[in-house]
């Protein structure tokens, strides 16, 4: 007999929660199988099969709450499932009907359980279910990304409805209660949304937080994308998109101004020898900020396939506590979304955070005449206990005379 326990969290995660188990008690599995999700307030957690045999006892159940490193199942190893335990439950078939049973005095059969729904019912995991009581939606009417099509928690949370089913809106999105014109849903917060929302709400009461605004006149970086982007690709492998050079000039500029690239810590200033930057990418189950190690050693191309990678982990919710620990500094791109200005809020312990915006035509007055360039506003939020106005100006300046006149990072201007 061994102990399934949940994975050791880092001393920034005091717990997490339970929130789907893919298996149930008396189920055969294979090694590195999914067994459960626990969800913490940065990301969400697999737990694997150690061996192949059997999931003998299930501890905690979903929604329970579950410490470091604590016992959440029982397991034993090179077993097989018996007549007599549940029956290995595979997700990508429905469930086997029950034999109708006599009754005791031999009259008429009893009638059988086995009816359709109540299979699927019990192939639904109890996350499942439960999101199914709270939103009103049938799960047999939801797409399933699991495996074989099951439906999953986020599935949901955030339901797609298959192509033929008959509970629509106008919009082909779930109806959870209807009143006449009137509907509404009601789906719990998950933990890592919680955690965003205390964070943010924090920075804007516990910090000195300013913004200041600057534009840039994207065309030369344009130009040179739409110049080199084929032979880049060819190349590297990886798409030359703008946020590459964005962080090549965030990092320069953190370079030159290192309050910038500071954090505090009680009535400490430490400033960092080293360049992280997060990048704030929104996904389902909330914002998160995926850090780039180093960046002040990584190439274009080095940027771009790791912004790629990180962002497909976030939106399958596969990031690692590795990737989101540390950072010195954060960008956020809202322009993707199609905000023209913004003011990003502060990321703590971080000091500074640059936002992005969308890019759009407008004139301007180039040498005495007006012409229709791209421009793009730029917004820096900071720390004004760290950071004064005259370095966050010129901060921002740095960035700006570095994205319109991309050879200066090339020269070391």
Excluded: C
Aim: charged share 30%; hydrophobic share 40%.
């Amino acid at each position: 007999m061994a102990d399934i326990k949940a994975p050791v969290f880092p001393e920034s995660v005091a717990d997490g929660t339970i929130v789907e188990w893919h298996v149930t008690e008396g189920q055969q599995v294979n090694r590195d199988d999914l067994l459960a999700e626990i969800e913490t307030d940065k990301v969400v957690l697999e737990v694997v099969a150690p061996d192949d045999g059997v999931v003998t006892k299930i501890v905690k159940q979903v929604d329970d709450t579950v410490l470091s490193d604590e016992l959440i199942a029982e397991f034993e190893a090179g077993a097989s499932a018996s007549a007599d335990s549940a029956p290995a439950v595979d997700p990508d078939q429905p469930a086997a009907p029950v034999q109708a049973k006599q009754a005791a005095d031999g009259g008429e059969p009893v009638q059988a359980t086995d009816k359709k729904d109540e299979a699927d019912h019990k192939d639904q995991s109890p996350a499942v279910r439960k999101a199914a009581k709270e939103s009103g939606v049938d799960p047999k009417e939801v797409e399933g990304s699991g495996r074989g099509g099951r439906v999953t928690k986020t599935d949901m949370a955030n339901p797609t409805l298959k192509a033929d089913s008959s509970i629509k809106s106008d919009s082909g999105r779930p109806v959870a209660e209807s009143m006449g014109e009137r509907t509404e849903k009601r789906v719990p917060m998950t933990r890592l949304r919680k955690r965003v929302a205390e964070r943010l709400l924090s920075a804007s009461q516990d910090t000195a937080m300013l913004t200041t605004f600057n534009e840039v006149n994207m065309k030369p970086l344009m130009d040179m994308r739409a110049k080199y982007k084929e032979q880049f690709e060819k190349r590297h492998g990886v798409r030359l998109g703008f946020m590459s050079l964005f962080v090549k000039a965030a990092t320069e500029a953190l370079k030159r101004f290192p309050a910038v690239n500071a954090s505090l810590d009680g009535d400490d200033i430490v400033y960092h020898g080293f360049y992280d930057i997060g990048v704030a990418v929104s996904s389902d189950r909330g914002l998160v900020v995926p850090v780039l190690r180093d960046t002040d050693r990584m190439s274009m191309a080095d940027v771009e396939s790791r912004i790629r990678e990180l962002g497909g982990l976030a939106q399958k919710g596969k990031l690692g506590l590795e990737d989101m620990t540390g950072g010195t500094f954060t960008i956020s791109n809202g322009g993707v979304f199609g905000s023209l200005m913004s003011t990003p809020i502060l990321n703590p312990p971080q000091t500074a955070i640059l936002g992005m915006h969308a890019i759009n035509d407008r004139p301007m007055a180039v040498d005495g005449k007006v012409e229709i360039l791209p421009m793009m506003y730029l917004a820096l939020s900071y720390d004004h206990r760290m950071i004064d106005g005259k370095e966050a100006v010129q901060f921002l300046v740095t960035i700006k005379e570095l994205v319109e006149d991309p050879a200066m990072l090339l020269l070391d201007l």
